[in-house]
């Protein structure tokens, strides 16, 4: 990093009234990793597949492109914002500047809780395919003890330093990405049972406007694979030439990570080997029935193996961007604790308490499954609905801004089409959200049903008390 790209970030920070502790180490193709891993379309994929099989039968894939280019219109107001304020923590110090401290406050308690969600969902995830990595079957309550590990292995790497990181989010784009194409590309040369006219066969779920209602439901999982481009803004305070360069990288994502999503989906797709018995459940993990069949136990395992570098990145690329967002919000003084999340260590110029809580409250969530597995179910629910909810908050906060005449004057700008995007970004991610919580298992108890409304009405209702009872937003230390 050169002296005049260094001075560069540190004036446009100091007009923002700052002045960053953090070390400018992360390159821009790290930046981007850590987006990538974020998102990380072999965990999307994988995790979600059959439930998106069963709802919607192989259309389902168009969603991929659908959600792809709505996240898209969200990720290029994203990129407007960041590149005038290039702020470690996001979505807190975008929608502070935006709109004003009480819209922030709320924006990131929803946004931490998203997360916090997140890494639990996660490395609950994980747990089954080690599982099948090792050849061990475990309980429920040896899957929550395996998540807990890995929450533990990322907390313990994310406090090495922002290099490390860096290192270790490249690392897992690189094997993600190449376990993407080489066993999409295997699956697609050596496997393929199925025509490609299956990605237009509707099954048994109805034909024409009746086969909308399984789209949308189907749709979910894709929803599920394109967030993570703002994690780039997140470490914002750790990149060089952020105000070019993060955008760029948010862009990045969303074209590879979702093209690689895509790539994936499509490759399972038309080498299942029954895609009646996928469709219908009867095999309920045709994911692991298609790469066994395929490419033989060995094989597999070489994928799971794959698949848990996956995992882990995707923890430490999540448990970073918390982690900054804590930081963001304790240094302003908006947040209980502040005077010890607002640190950052001398040695590794990371916020080390921050870290650390973003470690214990998720391995506290994962715990609950250790007695009730339905709770935790419900709460875990809440991650990308939580998610989906901080970005439309941003999106609301810019179109607000502009109505007020904001002009976004960073190095990346989309000039009159700014409005006209911003508009777009929002009634998508509306739609999105609706989608998203819209209860569909009537058969399930209400808790599961109607879990996404539940978690979500809990987690606002909790901030707006205590934003109404402590009033954080009176504060706030920075001018």
Known sequence: ?????????????????????????????????????????????????????????PPMIWNYLLV???????????????????????IYPWSLRLVGERWAWISAWVYAWALFTTVAAVSVGGAPFLSQLIGIEFGNSGFIWIAIVMILISTILNLSGTRLLAQVAFFGFLCELIGAVVVGGYLLIFAKVNSISILWNTFSFGEGANYLPAFLASSVAAMFCYYGFEACGDVAEETPNA????????????????????????????????????????DSDPVTTTLT???????YRMVIVVVMISFL?????????????????????????????????????????????????????????????????????????GIYIAFQMVVCAALYA???????????????????????????????VANMVWPRTPEEPWYINYGMIFTTLIVISTGLLYLLIKKPHLQRKLP
């Open 402 to 432: 502009r109505y007020h005449g904001w002009k976004p004057k960073g190095s990346f700008t989309l000039g009159k089409l700014g409005i006209w995007i911003n508009v777009l970004a929002l009634i998508y991610g509306v739609t999105a």
């Open 313 to 385: 990145s995707c923890l430490l690329s999540l448990q970073a961007a918390a982690s900054r967002l804590l930081f963001s919000f304790a240094r302003d003084g908006m947040i209980f604790g502040s005077k010890y999340l607002n640190h950052l260590s001398k040695s590794n110029k990371v916020p080390v308490n921050a870290l650390l809580i973003t470690g214990l409250i998720p391995i506290l969530i994962a715990s609950i499954g250790h007695w009730l597995q339905d709770a935790v179910t419900t709460i875990i629910s809440f991650a990308s609905a």
């Open 243 to 282: 105000s070019s360069a993060i955008p760029k990288s948010m862009r990045m994502t969303i074209y590879i990570g979702g093209g690689a999503a895509t790539f994936v989906c499509l490759a399972l797709l038309l080498a299942v080997p029954d895609i009646n018995k996928a469709i219908s459940g009867e």
């Open 68 to 90: 792809g280019f709505g996240q898209f219109l969200v990720c290029l107001v994203f990129g407007e914002i960041v590149s005038q304020f290039p702020i470690s923590g996001g």
């Open 1 to 57: 990093m050169n002296q005049k790209s260094m001075d560069q970030d540190s004036a446009q920070l100091e007009a923002l009234g700052l002045k960053s502790e953090f070390e400018r180490s992360m390159s821009f193709w790290e930046n981007f990793s850590l987006g990538f891993t974020y998102l990380s379309p072999v965990v999307g994929v994988y995790s979600v597949f059959a439930l998106a099989i069963q709802a919607g039968g």
């Open 293 to 299: 069949q395929a490419m033989g136990i060995f094989g």
